[in-house]
């Protein structure tokens, strides 16, 4: 991560005191680079790919303060999920008034605690990122990184909340609005990595401004007078405000499963960091790190199927049209093993050019890490979307509490197979841990059902 001065400042080669390298022989040697940073477009661009040592332990720093921003993003879907539920159950029985409330509620509370964890970060981005497993060097970097995008953590966290209300009258204005986002932000970052040669950092204030638009377009909908689901006014008498607490705490409950979900990705990218520094060092973290970068993409489909369908299966609950609410259930459990199937098929042929768009140097350990390990790793995607559709169906249906167990289940099993299963099969153990976890969830909400 480079500030502009830096960015777009004279850039320096550093050699040993009294070596006999100068700039005109310069491009006879090897220069080493982080890969990705202005230093590396500038060696490469001058002396070409071939005199350049890209080291990668950027993506292993990114890596290490990643969990956090899952965490962030798991604060967005409790309160986007919970107050979602509890307005379109209140829609379903016709109380709009009180749904616009939940609504308000929701976004104010979100917004109040998004803005305390921001300034947190920021303030301690090095003892957060040292908690996480950053060691050495990594320990700069990460909390570099940390630090920059802490900035829009409020942006984040509503961008993830939004589309849950939005989505009760207009699911077409909140899937643009989103498109909207991931355009500039990857607008941005051409304009920013490539023009104004800002590397990381411009890469971190596309990011952020880009949820920025996407969150002000949201807002700016539920804003509009002529919209039935909206903002209300919030009375600050103290019955009105312990109401907001009391609907909030409930809005907590019936969205925490989901929260868990998006912390249960984040406990295992920690307990994956660990594991693997400790079998293989930097060069696991780095390969690990693309499983990491990836599985949130594939939690995202599923929990965008789990978020079309919970207006649906809320309301129909509502209204005691159970039979409806599990149709939808059936729907999306197909959707999601075709999917599955899909992607794991894809991992497992072309594992090889999927981690070169990642890390470059087929040479390197990482590479070679990875490319054996993301098949294996794939195993899971199947049983992961099972898991995550019957979770974000319970949890629609206001069945809190086993939602709630399979979700800590999810996050547990893990954690367990990621130190069990290396003494068994070694590396290939803790490749496998994550669908060990999965599978054994996946088996018990058979059991689960048979039992409903």
């Known amino acids: 991560m480079f500030i502009p001065?830096?960015?777009?400042?004279?850039?320096?080669?550093?050699?040993?005191?009294?070596?006999?390298?100068?700039?005109?022989?310069?491009?006879?040697?090897?220069?080493?680079?982080?890969?990705?940073?202005?230093?590396?477009?500038?060696?490469?661009?001058?002396?070409?790919?071939?005199?350049?040592?890209?080291y990668d332990d950027a993506i292993a720093a990114v890596n290490i303060a990643a969990p956090i921003f899952m965490i962030a993003a798991g604060l967005g879907l409790m309160?986007?999920?919970?107050?979602?539920?509890?307005?379109?159950?209140?829609?379903?029985?016709?109380?709009?008034?009180?749904?616009?409330?939940n609504v308000t509620q929701s976004i104010v509370m979100l917004t109040i605690v998004s803005i305390i964890m921001g300034i947190l970060l920021t303030v301690f981005p090095e003892t957060v990122v040292?908690?996480?497993?950053?060691?050495?060097?990594?320990?700069?970097?990460?909390?570099?990184?940390?630090?920059?995008?802490?900035?829009?953590?409020?942006?984040?966290?509503?961008?993830?909340?939004?589309?849950?209300?939005?989505?009760?009258?207009?699911?077409?204005?909140?899937?643009?609005?989103?498109?909207?986002?991931?355009?500039?932000?990857?607008?941005?970052?051409?304009?920013f990595i490539f023009i104004f040669e800002w590397g990381l950092f411009g890469a971190a204030i596309a990011t952020d401004l880009g949820e920025l638009v996407g969150t002000l377009l949201l807002l700016g909908y539920l804003l509009r007078p002529s919209v039935s689901v909206r903002f209300a006014r919030l009375k600050m008498s103290i019955k009105s405000i312990r109401l907001t607490l009391r609907n909030t705490w409930y809005m907590l409950k019936l969205g925490v499963s989901s929260c868990l979900s998006e912390i249960t990705i984040a406990v295992m990218a920690i307990a994956g960091n660990y594991v693997f520094m400790s079998h293989l060092g930097t060069d696991g973290v780095a390969a690990?790190?693309?499983?990491?970068?990836?599985?949130?993409?594939i939690f995202m489909v599923f929990n965008a199927m789990v978020q079309s369908a919970q207006p649906i299966v809320s309301y129909n609950y509502g209204c005691g049209q159970l039979l409806r609410s599990n149709k939808a259930l059936r729907l999306c459990i197909i959707s999601a093993v075709v999917f599955a199937l899909v992607?794991?098929?894809?991992?497992?042929?072309?594992?090889?050019?999927?981690?070169s768009l990642f890390l470059p140097d087929r040479t390197s350990h990482a590479w070679q890490y990875a490319v054996a390990g993301l098949p294996l790793f794939a195993v899971d995607y199947i049983f992961f979307g099972i898991n995550v559709i019957?979770?974000?169906y319970y949890t629609s249906i206001e069945r809190i509490n086993l939602a709630m167990r399979l979700t800590l289940l999810r996050g547990i099993l893990p954690v367990l197979f990621f130190f069990v299963l290396p003494a068994w099969l070694g590396v290939t153990g803790i490749w496998l841990a994550v669908a060990a976890g999965d599978i054994t969830t996946t088996i018990l909400i058979v059991l689960c059902r048979k039992k409903v």
């Open 5 to 54: 001065p830096y960015a777009t400042g004279v850039q320096v080669v550093i050699v040993p005191e009294g070596s006999d390298v100068t700039l005109d022989n310069l491009g006879e040697q090897q220069i080493g680079t982080q890969r990705g940073t202005t230093g590396y477009i500038y060696c490469t661009d001058d002396y070409g790919e071939d005199h350049v040592v890209a």
């Open 343 to 355: 992607i794991s098929g894809v991992f497992v042929c072309f594992s090889g050019d999927i981690v």
């Open 288 to 297: 690990y790190s693309i499983v990491c970068y990836l599985f949130p993409i």
């Open 79 to 101: 309160f986007g999920m919970g107050g979602g539920i509890l307005a379109s159950i209140n829609l379903s029985r016709g109380k709009l008034v009180v749904a616009n409330i």
């Open 390 to 392: 019957t979770i974000g």
């Open 130 to 191: 040292t908690l996480l497993g950053a060691e050495g060097y990594l320990t700069e970097l990460s909390a570099e990184y940390l630090f920059w995008f802490s900035i829009s953590i409020p942006s984040t966290v509503l961008l993830v909340a939004l589309p849950f209300f939005v989505r009760l009258t207009n699911p077409n204005f909140a899937m643009w609005a989103m498109l909207a986002a991931t355009v500039v932000n990857i607008l941005l970052d051409y304009i």
